[in-house]
């Protein structure tokens, strides 16, 4: 028996999404029209068209202002990685070809968690471009950078350290106190902490954090690399400050309920060297888009 054929379903327009998108972010038809280079008459007829295709108001109007509907917000980041997507399909094809060495450096915990999937995604429109990624703390990726052997290089910020001159923020993110699932170190008095080296910001807020609520704890082991500070806590002799994207089982997140203080966040920064060849600037984009991209997604309904 012939299997039944697949109702066919319209096309999304890329420029009736990139009308959408202009006026969801002014929450104005007549400034979005302006970005569009359309008349206001025009962006609403695009509106409106976008709305019959999905069968779904997408915005709430009246005389003073722009609302966005329900359906309105879910369509946003489906509107935002459709024309990033779209983006990337013509950059391929249209880009000329670069070729190169690319050197970066990366804390190891971003090193072996996210920067992979970047790394994979660029290799899809820069396949001549090799990248060699050093791991170390950021203190020392800077320090590589200062002598030249880094082309760019991601490093971690305190949550309201002020990036020095040539860093740039690509990410945020909140910091939470890390222990094993039905492990008791946290019960423990002083409270022992797995930690990196002096200057990582994970370690200054957690001190801060700690010292401010009255707690005592103790260093009971110093780690460069994130895996090791997550085996002390593996075997349930102390617990870390993490981000939040590492808390995966068998660990869990332990916070006031446990009697501990809140940590705060960290910043991701971005610098690059005075001088980047074209493989470099590439790749450099690519990563603040990448990131871009990310939050887009995670701030999506």
Request: glycine share 6%; net charge negative; aromatic share 6%.
């Amino acid at each position: 028996m012939a299997l039944a054929e697949s109702p066919t379903l319209p096309d999304l327009d890329i420029d009736l999404l990139r009308t959408f998108l202009a006026v969801a972010e002014t929450r104005s038809f007549t400034k979005a029209a302006h970005c569009v280079f359309r008349t206001p008459s025009a962006v609403s007829m695009q509106i409106k068209k976008l709305e019959d295709v999905l069968q779904r108001p997408l915005f709430i109007r009246d005389s003073r202002s722009v609302h966005l509907t329900g359906d309105g917000e879910a369509l946003t980041g489906f509107a935002r990685r459709i024309l990033a997507l779209n983006e990337e399909a013509v950059r391929h094809f249209r880009s000329p070809p670069i070729e190169g060495v690319v050197r970066i450096g990366a804390p190891d915990d971003f090193g072996t968690r996210r920067l992979p999937a970047i790394l994979a995604r660029f290799a899809q429109t820069h396949s001549a471009v090799q990248v060699d990624v050093t791991m170390e703390s950021s203190k020392r990726l800077l320090d590589l950078m200062d002598r030249g052997e880094l082309d760019l290089t991601l490093i971690t910020l305190g949550e309201d350290e002020q990036p020095s001159d040539g860093v740039e923020v690509v990410a945020r993110e909140k910091l939470v106190w890390a222990g094993l699932t039905g492990g008791c170190a946290h019960r423990r008095d002083p409270i022992p902490l797995a930690l990196a080296d002096f200057d990582c910001s994970w370690r200054v807020a957690a001190f801060a954090a700690l010292e401010d609520s009255g707690l005592a704890y103790r260093v009971a082991y110093t780690s460069p690399h994130w895996a090791g500070q997550r085996a002390a806590i593996l075997a349930d002799l102390a617990i870390a400050p993490f981000p939040v994207s590492l808390i995966e089982v068998p660990l869990r997140r332990l916070d006031e309920r446990h009697g501990l203080p809140s940590i705060g966040g960290y910043q991701m920064g971005l610098k690059r060297g005075p001088s980047l060849g074209p493989a470099a600037s590439a790749f450099a984009d690519h990563v603040v888009t990448s990131f871009a991209e990310e939050s887009a997604i995670a701030a999506a309904p």
